[in-house]
């Protein structure tokens, strides 16, 4: 008996290490809680009035055509953000933890603002075709209402991932891979105006918050650097006091 009570312990010790070592190496999936915080918010959001707040409106709305082919790339945001968010979750858990404070804190700021600043749009034309580009365009516009729409979260998380890739050491020196992530990010940002999912001031918005999270996370005056330069002065300034 004391025997099995020994195996049992023995395996049970090995479980536990191996739960610490897999809990060490990746206890950055914490970031997924904010996945159910944020759709309960959007969800919340997206109950409110369509026409609540602010119309979203430029000239140039009106001389950018609807094409219905911008739903592929359209789509492709999915797999573009889910493809970028695994890969670096699993490849390095420093480049994780910017993109998702990237995406995190864009996002968040995103929907304050909607709460505080109600936005919609009325540039959705009247769905005539019944082939495979028009039903997915007609599914999503079903799906997602034409509210809360400035900033595009659609283009700020695309820019997200092209900033992530194009910082990553991964990717240093494979200009191919580069310029595919940046095509695909123009031509996700593009799809957003021609499927009128957007305004063209939503995506101006969202390029600009891109640009301050940028700096904020990415840039030689970022807070990571700013804690990397602080780390130096604290380990010198001990060493001179020993």
């Not at 858990?93 to 910017?98: G, L, Q, T, Y």
């Amino acid at each position: 008996m004391s025997f099995l009570l020994h195996i049992a312990h023995h395996q049970l010790t090995g479980e536990i290490l191996m739960l610490k070592k897999l809990w060490q190496k990746y206890w950055h999936i914490l970031f997924a809680l904010y996945i159910p915080i944020y759709l309960i918010c959007f969800v919340l959001l997206e109950s409110r009035p369509v026409d609540l707040g602010t119309n979203i409106h430029i000239a140039l709305d009106d001389y950018i055509p609807f094409c219905k082919y911008f739903i592929i790339p359209y789509m492709l945001w999915f797999a573009y953000i889910a493809a970028t968010v695994i890969f670096f979750f699993f490849y390095n858990r420093n480049e994780f933890i910017k993109y998702a404070l990237f995406l995190i804190t864009g996002m968040s700021i995103c929907l304050v603002i909607y709460y505080i600043w109600p936005s919609y749009q009325t540039l959705r034309p009247t769905l005539t075709d019944s082939d495979i580009f028009t039903s997915i365009i007609g599914f999503i516009y079903s799906a997602d209402s034409s509210s809360n729409i400035c900033p595009s979260i659609h283009v700020l998380n695309s820019l997200a991932a092209h900033i992530a890739i194009s910082k990553s050491k991964f990717f240093k020196g494979k200009k191919i891979l580069k310029a595919g992530s940046f095509v695909l990010m123009v031509l996700i940002c593009l799809s957003t105006v021609f499927l009128k999912q957007h305004s063209v001031l939503d995506g101006i918005y969202a390029v600009i918050l891109a640009f301050i999270l940028y700096i904020l996370i990415y840039s030689r005056i970022s807070v990571f650097e700013f804690i990397k330069l602080y780390k130096k002065i604290t380990k010198s300034c001990s060493k001179k006091n020993q």
